[in-house]
């Protein structure tokens, strides 16, 4: 219903709905309608799901993969193939403030300019220095995290621009999040021959690239600096403006192509290679969570075709 609402604002156009917005009466009658395409699941609890996910919700990912890939001539292309994940990066080691940071790298090793998110709505020059980290984006949400509208921005103020020099198509890999699904982000991607593909939900501790290897590695060197900071400055909190120049450090020595590109390659994605992912991670398909994990919807298919 969402979506639905968010359709109708953005072309503009008359709603016929009575209370101004899809009501469960009308979604109803629209799985109806369409029940020769869609069909739903109910969700089901799962108090480990993160502890892994089926063969099924894999290798169902794998196909898909590979049949984009091989649609957009991407197979033998690394320079075209990113993925994006955001962290948060604390202000101390025990990690009670933070920043958020969105990072972008490819297959061939780039690591795209950083997406740094600040826990506030408004953001101070000195919080954004134009010269620190050369090409960063700034923003701010109210909870320190990523939102739709911070994910568009980045598209549009930050991937599009930083890659509008390699040839189309592009393929962008990302979490599974509400965040990065929006008609308009969809619209823009289009617009831009950038290809939306969202990993299943819940499997990002096995497919996540950065989360598999390179976040791992960033996270041990973050500490580090952290620990460099507050020997040095006696114990100095870090604040926002000595963050940016951390975290300068952190992205000069610790986000080079020998500490990127092995994600891609340790997820499977590049080389395409499925049976990188160990079989002793994945449970068996006896329960069937393959609805409530893999999550492909048709935005999901739209983003991806």
């Known amino acids: 219903m969402k979506y639905g609402t968010e359709y109708v604002n ?3 156009l008359q709603s016929r709905f009575r209370f101004g917005a899809p009501t469960k009466e009308w979604y109803y009658g629209f799985i109806k309608r369409w029940s ?3 069909k739903t699941m109910k969700s089901i609890r799962l108090e480990k799901l993160r502890a892994g996910v089926t063969k099924e919700v894999v290798n169902g990912w794998f196909l898909k993969l590979h049949s984009v890939l091989k649609k957009l001539d991407l197979l033998d292309k690394p320079s075209n193939i990113f993925n994006a ?13 933070h920043t958020t940071v ?3 790298t490819s ?3 780039t690591c795209l300019p950083p997406y740094i998110i600040c826990k506030s709505l ?5 919080w954004c220095p134009k010269n620190v980290i050369s090409g960063a984006v700034y923003n701010g949400t109210e909870s320190g995290w990523i939102d739709e509208n911070c994910f568009y921005e ?3 103020k930050s991937f599009i621009p930083k890659t509008h020099h390699i040839a189309r198509p592009l393929l962008l890999i990302l979490d599974n999040h509400s965040t990065h699904l929006s008609i308009r982000t969809a619209k823009l991607a289009i617009k831009h021959n950038v290809h939306i593909l969202c990993l299943p939900s819940h499997s990002t501790h096995l497919l996540q690239p950065l989360d598999v290897y390179t976040f791992k590695y960033v996270k041990t060197q973050w500490r580090n600096l952290l620990w460099e900071f507050n020997k040095s400055s006696r114990n100095k909190t870090l604040d926002k403006p000595d963050f940016v120049k951390l975290f300068a450090k952190l992205y000069d020595y610790a986000l080079l192509p020998a500490h990127c590109s092995p994600s891609l390659a340790k997820a499977g994605i590049f080389p395409y290679d499925p049976r990188i992912i160990r079989q002793d991670k994945l449970i068996n398909n006896g329960v069937n969570v393959s609805g409530c ?3 492909q919807n048709s935005i999901q298919r739209s983003l991806s075709v």
Do not use: C, K, M, P
Not at 122 to 126: A, F, I, V
């Open 154 to 156: 980045y598209l549009s």
């Open 107 to 109: 297959a061939d090793g």
């Open 85 to 97: 994940d955001e962290s948060d990066f604390g202000f101390t080691v025990e990690v009670e403030n």
């Open 10 to 12: 953005l072309l503009d």
């Open 293 to 295: 994990i893999e999550n």
């Open 36 to 38: 020769h395409r869609l």
């Open 102 to 104: 969105l990072l972008t």
């Open 122 to 126: 408004r953001l101070y020059d000195q």
